[in-house]
């Protein structure tokens, strides 16, 4: 869910680690909704990092959710 052309191996080590753990939960733990997992890892990812980094959290588990057809929709 990285930008094209960005290859993961320029991924902070412990941002990489918090985006498996999140895509683990999105893709295979259906009975947490997405949005719940967004936010955690979001929140997960503030407690590491003060930059940009939560901002690339969120999309990239955003677009993992969306491309595999996961309803968004669902409130918190």
Do not use: C
Not at 8 to 31: G, N, Q, S, W, Y
Not at 39 to 57: N, W
């Amino acid at each position: 869910a990285l930008a094209e052309g960005w290859p993961v191996e320029r991924v902070d080590a412990t941002l990489r680690a918090i985006l498996r753990a999140a895509a683990f939960e999105l893709l295979r733990r259906k009975d947490i909704p997405p949005r719940v997992v967004i936010t955690e890892y979001v929140d997960v990812a503030k407690a590491f990092y003060e930059d940009d980094a939560t901002g690339l959290v969120n999309a990239a588990l955003d677009a993992m959710a969306r491309e595999a057809g996961t309803d968004l929709s669902e409130t918190l």
